[in-house]
């Protein structure tokens, strides 16, 4: 069974940096492209990153800011995020994309981490 | 970028009824490459259909993707109370955009 755990997620002031993880059972993560997408009440939903084998993938709103990496030996996929913005408050998904490369679509989804940017 | 534009914002209906949800492209999705979430409240965005009209793994055939370019449509035959939740679709052919959902509610 596929699952993704989420963890890291917290309250941090603006300017501060923190990083997520995404613990994968069920299948390889490093198989299939992996990406986090984050969600807010008066933007919906937003892909923010994306890891498919060496490649990586930012959206504009977060280039510069966010690196997504993963670990193999743990099945892991981080989102490390700095020069945190009031913008970036959001919950946060890990989700698992159906394939190792384009086009892929979401199929499996965490439960969320949320992360509150506020001073 | 594509912009997705979901509509209506809001259907209300009842158990039983046929629901119809529309999901406009700013421009034409590449290869129907067009997938349906559903989201209930407190849960995670579940996948429904992929590539405009497949179902994914486990969804009941009760819910049905059509459409190509620019005009797709997810439509369920007939409510069930756990259908009554929140529905994106999102494209996946140029980068990855998502409309803004539906919310399907009991009349």
């Known amino acids: 069974e596929v699952q993704l755990l989420e963890s890291g997620g917290g309250l941090i002031q603006p300017g501060g940096s923190l990083r997520l993880s995404c613990t994968a059972s069920g299948f390889t993560l490093t198989s299939y492209a992996m990406s986090w997408v984050r969600q807010t009440p008066g933007k919906g939903l937003e892909w923010v990153s994306a890891?498919?084998?060496?490649?990586?993938y930012y959206a504009d709103s977060v280039k510069g800011r966010f690196t997504t990496s993963t670990d193999s030996s743990k099945n892991t996929v981080y989102l490390q995020m700095n020069s945190l913005r009031a913008e970036d408050t959001a919950l946060y998904y890990c989700t698992k994309g159906s394939a190792n490369y384009r086009p892929y679509y979401f199929d499996y989804w965490g439960q969320g981490t949320l992360v509150t940017v506020s001073s | 970028e594509i912009v997705l534009t979901q509509s209506p914002g809001t259907l209300s209906l009842s158990p039983g009824e046929k629901a119809t949800l529309s999901c406009r492209a700013s421009?034409?999705?590449?290869?129907?490459?067009l997938a349906w979430y559903q989201q209930r409240p407190g849960q995670a965005p579940r996948l429904l259909i992929y590539g405009a009209s497949s179902r994914a793994t486990g969804i009941p055939d009760r819910f049905s993707g059509s459409g190509s370019g620019t005009d797709f449509t997810l439509t369920i035959s007939r409510l069930e109370p756990e259908d009554f939740a929140l529905y994106y679709c999102q494209q996946y052919g140029a980068s990855r955009t998502f409309g803004q959902g539906t919310k399907v509610e009991i009349k």
């Open positions: 890891i498919s084998g060496s490649f990586t």
């Open positions: 421009q034409s999705v590449g290869s129907s490459d």
